[in-house]
């Protein structure tokens, strides 16, 4: 037997797989973390791609909108706004015209616990905090994108004097990667922003680790420079969650350093695939069935039609998303979701789309704290108690002789033919 660990919430579960079936585990190139990730990223604001210096652009009578990631990415938010304080604090601006704003796009708002952690080791405690809302009355127009998306972003972004990008760089299912860009669209957009620049992700270019020809990234790109970004700072982190580089000044150049060293990483080639794979995630990636969704799409790089796929998902907060729900209810077959996906786009019906389009492929098993009957009936995925009896079904189906991939990092790894 091989003992294999998979993140599970905030523990970890660990699975015995036969060796005669292991094919192995698919995981991101081991890059170690720096030693000092605030001293990486520090360096890299010092070092901008492809704009001046910080304090070259920055004025002592300017206001400034720094936006950061909300509470489903887990970011050390202080890494990325230390830094930048300390250059714009040094440009004579003052504390007071600084506003933090989570960009949390259609995600429910972060509690005022999660910002205390997000930010709890930020140098500066006079900063405003501002929580975007999707819906809030006063979100302001800048233009039309060339998809014929009308961009409305938060206020206080858009008032600002100065606008600064951060988060961190990493593979997505549909923008093709996270990170420069979507901390504009979807992070501090308007609902009806965010809805039609998604409509468009039934497009074929529209997948995971794809940027060239993928409408939703250049859309997504053309939104942020309606926007008026004036700088960035994005790291890349491996699978331990540690801090591997950092890349920092103009919205394109210093994002699409953050991409190409992602795919150094965790393009993964695949010459066989499997009968089986399990895949996990951990927190926050798993934080509920809305953000966990993700690990499955990834894994069916490494499954072969007519396999299964095993997630390993807490969802600890529940399905995540009422418009998730609401379409798993309402909408019961692929076709039917691929319908409304395309013709009345709503932000969060995506997913169960996905889900569904998933289990035209494979068979989805799931071991979660969500309520198994739910599950079984409206998300596609057999629940079972325990990995063990997931994986004892698994070979029952398949047979003892069934090939396994292990990917216990699922977002951060993508299968690739070779």
């Known amino acids: 037997m091989t003992k294999v660990k998979f993140p599970y919430g905030s523990d970890e579960i660990q699975l015995d797989i036969p060796e005669r079936n292991l094919l192995g585990i698919l995981d991101a190139k081991p890059v170690s973390g720096v ?9 890299a604001v010092l070092n901008p791609i492809g704009t001046p210096l910080l304090t070259d652009i920055s004025e002592g009578n300017q206001t400034v909108a720094i936006v950061v990631d909300d509470h489903t990415r887990g970011l050390p938010c202080s890494i990325l706004v230390n830094p930048l304080l300390e250059q714009l604090q040094k ?7 600084i506003t933090i704003v989570f960009g949390t796009g259609t ?4 509690t005022a616990e999660e910002q205390e952690k997000l930010l709890c080791d930020v140098s500066c405690q006079s900063l405003k905090i501002e929580v975007h809302d999707c819906d809030s009355a006063d979100l302001v127009p800048v233009g039309k994108t060339s998809y014929g998306t009308e961009v409305e972003i938060n206020r206080t972004f858009h008032d600002a004097d100065l606008h600064i990008l951060t988060g961190d760089v990493g593979y997505h299912y549909y923008a093709g990667f996270g990170g420069g860009r979507k901390s504009v669209l979807p992070a501090v957009s308007g609902r009806q922003t965010i809805n039609k620049n998604h409509g468009m992700l039934t497009h074929p270019k529209a997948i995971t680790g794809n940027l060239e020809g993928n409408p939703i990234h250049l859309d997504m790109m053309e939104a942020a420079r309606l926007a008026r970004v004036d700088f960035i700072v994005n790291f890349v982190r491996n699978s331990q969650k540690e801090v591997v ?3 920092a000044g103009d919205l394109e150049q210093a994002f699409m350093k953050g991409v190409s060293q992602v795919d150094k990483m965790g393009r993964v080639p695949v010459k066989e695939k499997a009968d089986i794979v399990i895949t996990s995630s951990g927190y926050p990636k798993d934080i509920d069935l809305y953000q966990a969704t993700k690990a499955q799409v990834h894994a069916l790089g490494a499954v072969r039609d007519g396999g299964i ?3 390993l998902l807490e969802c600890r907060e529940g399905i995540g998303h009422k418009v998730f729900e ?18 009345n786009f709503i932000m969060g019906g995506h997913k169960i789309f996905y889900v569904a389009q998933a289990a035209a492929r494979v068979k989805l098993f799931l071991v979660s704290a969500l309520d198994p009957k739910e ?15 997931a994986l004892q079904a698994a070979f029952k189906e398949m047979g003892r002789s069934a090939t396994v991939w292990a990917m216990p990092h699922g977002t951060q790894v993508l299968p690739s033919a070779t």
């Open 35 to 43: 030693s000092n990730p605030a001293q990486a990223v520090r360096k």
């Open 91 to 97: 440009a004579g601006i003052k504390e007071e015209d």
């Open 107 to 110: 995600h429910r708002a972060t």
């Open 245 to 247: 580089a950092a890349f």
């Open 309 to 311: 796929i095993i997630s």
């Open 326 to 343: 609401e379409w798993a209810h309402k909408y019961r077959s692929l076709e039917e979701l691929t319908r409304q996906v395309q013709n």
């Open 375 to 389: 599950t079984q009936e409206y998300y596609y995925m057999t629940p079972f108690k325990t990995a063990n009896d």
